[in-house]
């Protein structure tokens, strides 16, 4: 069976493209940036996946030349899922966009050397509707990094910019073949015990410690379907050359609260903040430094081009979340 490289194993996402994957039968290889962390990996896959002996975990940093070699050396496919994913401001926007558009040119640079057949690339919707004025967004758009977009959707935007040019400039003697997938905000069950950056906003979402919820409108997306976007894209010819939006649908945030209150969480704050009182709270809480720019703004994406792709039907926004609350209760973060 053909062998297949995911970046960044550890990842919430990552896990679940390793975990379709062998199940489906594949080989995988996996990267990881800390080598302590390969038994993360391999428990997980032992306690998820029906063919964990089909794994092996290598070394590689998006920040550095070695081991990528290496890591793609044998492989069909690559999964490049692996960036630094955080909602607060860093000190430096290079400590995000450095490893995101370098790391993301060594990954494409080893497919080249290593003549893979084909890359899905894991972008985000942060490349394509920040920095814009509101309306529906679809695949043309990109965010508009002259503006005061934040750090990651920067480093989304420019990484993905970045693999773009790199593939439509390579020699025909070179080319491979790239999807790129624009995900939302995921949720869903996590495959480890590391929460994450998505699933610790929504512990904040269930715990009570956000009285109100900002007005916030973002889409969801359950984390299995965008592993499954992944791995369908990998192989389905009519993904090649495209980007494509990864939206079950749109919600406040404050509508989301009341879907899980209704589940049961009563902690879940169905209130919204004004807005002017979250831009002030914004200017003392770096936390939320990174939210004020979202405040306000209704963010819609046109769905279309992946219904017309993807040959399946989303979990809902409103079960992914209730999913995720009731596996964050199990593990003891949050109480009803
Ligand atoms: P995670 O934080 O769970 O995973 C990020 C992965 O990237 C981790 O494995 C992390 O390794 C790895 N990584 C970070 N920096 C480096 C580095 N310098 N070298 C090697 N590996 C590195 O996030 P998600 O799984 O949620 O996100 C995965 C991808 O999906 C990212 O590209 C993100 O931008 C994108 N995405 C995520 C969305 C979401 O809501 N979750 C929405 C849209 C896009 P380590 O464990 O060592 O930190």
Not at 186 to 191: A, E, K, R
Not at 237 to 242: I, L
Not at 315 to 333: F, P
Request: with cysteine; charged share 25%; aromatic share 8%.
């Amino acid at each position: 069976m053909d062998k297949v490289l995911v970046t960044g194993a550890t990842g919430f996402i990552a896990l679940h493209c390793i975990q379709q994957l062998l199940d489906q039968g594949y080989q995988v290889k996996g990267t990881v940036r800390s080598i302590t962390k390969k038994n993360e990996v391999i428990d997980s896959m032992k306690k998820n996946s029906l063919h964990p002996e089909n794994l092996t975990i290598v070394y590689a940093d998006l920040l550095k030349d070695e081991g990528w070699n290496e890591a793609v050396e044998g492989c069909r496919y690559v999964l490049h899922v692996a960036s630094p994913f955080v909602l607060e401001e860093p000190n430096h926007e290079d400590d995000l966009i450095k490893p995101a558009v370098d790391g993301t040119l060594r990954v494409l640079n080893a497919c080249k050397d290593n003549r893979v057949e084909k890359v899905v690339l894991t972008s985000s919707f942060a490349a394509i509707g920040y920095g814009n004025d509101e309306k529906i967004f679809d695949e043309t758009d990109w965010s508009n990094t002259d503006s005061t977009i934040g750090a990651y959707a920067k480093s989304k935007t420019l990484a993905e910019k970045a693999a773009w040019s790199f593939v439509n400039e390579l020699p025909d003697q070179d080319k491979f073949n790239l999807t790129v997938l624009n995900p939302v905000a995921v949720t869903g069950p996590m495959l480890s015990d590391d929460i994450g950056t998505s699933n610790t906003l929504f512990v904040q979402l269930l715990d009570g410690s956000i009285p109100a919820c900002p007005r916030i409108h973002i889409g969801f997306v359950d984390v299995r379907d965008v592993a499954k976007a992944h791995i369908f894209s990998m192989t389905a010819e009519k993904t090649n050359g495209e980007r494509i939006i990864v939206s079950e649908k749109e919600m406040f945030f404050a509508e989301m609260g009341r879907v899980l209150k209704g589940a049961g969480y009563d902690k879940s704050p169905t209130r919204e903040i004004p807005n002017f009182m979250l831009k002030i709270m914004a200017i003392f809480i770096k936390k939320l430094s990174g939210m004020k720019r979202s405040v306000g703004r209704k963010v819609v994406s046109d769905k279309s081009k992946s219904k017309e792709l993807f040959d399946w039907e989303y979990i809902t926004a409103e079960d992914s979340a209730v999913e995720s609350a009731k596996q964050l209760e199990s593990m003891g973060l949050i109480s009803n």
